[in-house]
């Protein structure tokens, strides 16, 4: 049995990416189900190594758990659907933290990037090592010197940011998708994000308080990223209640009311000549 002693200790992450271990939870703990929306093996022995004492107050349940899981299943179907269109694509997954994706979407040809900070890259490195076509960036989101480094060779690019860019503000978020849907011309971006009323009501949230992390950013119309550069076109929308989750319970109820039923999405936007 592992001494405790020998735990991870998420007091040494930045607030921000303690976040990470919130949807790494979230995935483990649905991995123990039958009925699992995603099955992660790596994400039980990941969690595994940090001190269940210190996990305890980052984890989500009820209808919490299963928005997230609805989530990472979508984002999968979106990183699946290209990957199905484009066979040796490269993905780039902004701060990708302890995720595990590329495990569990892999064709054995496409190239994988991440990009996180310096102490969240080194984390992954010792806990989830990069394998083959498989390349870890250090580095801040929002300073495009990262962008230098993603050769991509004139392949399609797909970029995702799960539970990312809500940390960012305004002007650094349009600053860098902007020059993104310009470097990547045939690339799309997938990311989540939710209304302006909903980032203060999700500040409130005791996971985020545990993790000593604050969101910034909202989004009240899609069609507003469009404004910012004529090379982005809105090409989806997801929303929690297009379809009835059996999970949810009485939260499906929220499909009936408008302000509460599209207040979070996930969007995919196509970059363009």
Known sequence: ME?????LHIADLPPVARTLLIPLACRAEENKRSDAMIRDDLAQAVLA????????PLRMAGADHVFTMMRARQFDRWARDFLERHPDCVMVELGCGLD????RIDN?????IGLDFPEVVSL???????GPRETLLEGSLTDPAWMDRVDARGKPVFFSAEGVFVYLNGEDMQRTVTLMAQRFPDGELVFDAMKRFMVRLDNLHPQLHSAGARLQWGLDDPRE???WSPHIRLADLWTYFEKREPRLGAANAMRFLP?????N????YKFAE
């Open 49 to 56: 190594r940090f001190d269940p004492k210190e996990i305890a």
């Open 124 to 130: 992954r490195r010792s806990l989830l090592p990069p």
């Open 225 to 227: 990223v469009e404004k």
């Open 100 to 103: 595990t994706r590329p495990a």
């Open 259 to 263: 302000f509460l039923a599209r207040a």
């Open 3 to 7: 001494d405790p002693v020998d735990k």
């Open 108 to 112: 054995g040809r496409r190239t994988w």
């Open 265 to 268: 999405y996930i969007l995919r």
